[in-house]
């Protein structure tokens, strides 16, 4: 057996944190074989329900779970960590406007950042779900200075899987047929859901569906299915969402299928001339813990409007925390 | 790739079958090479929350699940099914008598065997969660003469655990230490956690923990668990629920591991003295989609006393249903 390594969790009290927590102590994101501690970290007020969550982790009596530390100290929550999934975030209330939603998360993110800087293993993998998410990552990151700004990654995953799930109904295939998606751009509206090099059984979907159909349906119902399951369901997504960060974890740690790719949100190297050091989602294959953006890609006139679109939203985001980086 | 099977799961859009869908989707259930197909079943009002959940369940693009049938209709949840997780059930509200509880809910779950009997698989294996869960396994099982009674089961796997976690903690070593732990009875405050047979790593827990330990905090510990839970998160518990249902029913198909066993609560065939017919947790070691009794354990007096009165309790709920059985 591995010796144990730390995950840390923000914000692990919440929908999200529960959904996550016993997946992750259950092995089904580093591994049957990899033992984990589990750092929670919480606000102040919700360290009382943390208990009860450390309690039912404990209740599981799972094999790996080596031991769960709880603080509503980032000291103490990042201390020698090597995972840490930043879930926790201020989210949008009513009248609030997203400046003030990107300021007020920006102050949450950059104390995590300087934690992380000052307590974390050296080569600790971040992945931030807390919304706006790549923003965030992008001051937990220029907060994190001793850090490689590579190993801070945002989530694209839930739209990446999303528009998989779209693909796979549209076409009548199972879901393990649909290779190649892709996620350019924010976590956010704005992002572009790309079809253009998507594989359904080894053939292109685009001879399969009509560019009417991705650009009218496919494409609003992936921005917008967060609010249609709000909708059903009378609560957000919260177990898809975790799915979503074991699936990101798992890929950027286990590594990416052979001949597929995943979506990451991660810091621009320029690749098809998107800004470098944004934090925006890139089609990447992982081995050895590391990824690589995929390159070569042909990109159509109507990607390039989307791909600039969507970088916009991101430089505007990064102009209005500019006093934080 | 094996041929995929039928899972219902009754009050699924429920807390714990919200912790409890995304996980047998994953494959932690019944493996990573079985694909499944969820049949999940709800009361009405909780259909639109239900299409939520399906929706996320989508979301995921979990390679092993090929299909989800929503219904409100038992006749279509239990089709053809090959495992059923019954977790809903109507829950004691205030100034409500045990009595009234116990035939309220054995409305609901003479109806479900009945379902059972007439549209699922006829090897099918049941699992009851919903609360009293004995006395439901026992009205679903006898309004389903079609099936062996031996298929259906109760939940005492979240006591188990319970009880496996309070032994490591108390005597510093990991869970994965302890083995042999056992449950009797029925899963009520009466149970009875049995640590004569117990060991940690190895060795008899007994020599370790005293027997005033034993009485006077492990046993109320693990009884009143779910209370404690409750004070901590405001919220009964979900998640470990979800993951001992998991583990009962990896444990039935997949087998339990070589020199351990788990608790089942199954029909007594007479071990122990305990009335035959009765569902009743006993120690078991699972192979082949199938159960045995551990036999020949020794049992003290003080055992045999609470094994006694945890029957009495079980008897007592047999005579107020007696009319439906």
Redesign the interface.
């Known amino acids: 057996m591995k010796p144990p390594v730390s995950v840390t969790i923000t914000g692990a009290a919440g929908n999200i944190g529960?959904?996550l927590v016993?997946?992750i102590a259950?092995g089904?994101m580093l591994g049957e074989d990899q033992p984990v501690i589990l750092r929670l970290l919480e606000v102040p007020q919700a360290m009382?329900?943390l208990?009860?969550?450390a309690?039912?982790?404990?209740?599981?009596?799972?094999?790996l779970?080596?031991d769960v530390v709880l603080s509503d100290d980032p000291a103490i929550g990042f201390r020698d960590t090597n995972y840490a999934m930043l879930v926790g975030a201020k989210p949008r209330t009513k009248g609030m406007e997203r400046k003030d939603l990107i300021t007020e998360n920006a102050r949450i993110f950059s104390a995590q950042g300087k934690a992380i800087n000052e307590h974390a293993a050296r080569d600790i993998h971040v992945l931030v779900v807390g919304n706006p998410a790549n923003t965030n990552t992008l001051i937990a990151s220029a907060n994190a200075p001793d850090i490689n700004p590579a190993n801070f990654t945002a989530m694209t995953r839930?739209d990446h899987?999303?528009a998989?799930?779209q693909i796979?109904?549209k076409t009548n295939h199972?879901?393990?047929d649909?290779t190649r998606m892709t996620i350019w751009g924010n976590h956010s509206s704005t992002q572009y859901p790309d079809i253009s090099h998507c594989l359904v059984d080894g053939k292109p979907v685009t001879d399969m569906v009509s560019m009417s159909w991705a650009i009218d349906h496919f494409t609003p119902t992936v921005q917008r299915?967060g609010a249609?399951?709000i909708?059903?369901?009378?609560?957000s997504?919260a177990?898809?969402a975790?799915?979503?960060a074991i699936d990101h974890m798992h890929s950027w740690i286990l590594g990416t299928d052979e001949g597929d790719w995943v979506s990451m949100a991660i810091p621009s190297d320029g690749s098809y001339g998107i800004e470098p050091g944004l934090i925006y989602s890139f089609p990447v294959t992982c081995k050895d813990r590391s990824y690589e953006i995929v390159q070569g890609l042909e990109i159509s006139d109507y990607s390039q409007e989307k791909m600039r679109k969507t970088e916009q939203e991101l430089l505007d985001e990064r102009e209005m925390i500019a006093d934080l980086l």
């Open positions: 529960y959904a016993f997946r259950a089904q009382t329900a208990g009860g969550v309690m039912e982790l404990e209740d599981c009596a799972f094999p779970l080596h839930l899987n999303r998989m799930a796979a109904a199972l879901v393990a649909v299915r249609a399951i909708d059903a369901r009378g609560a997504s177990a898809s975790a799915d979503a």
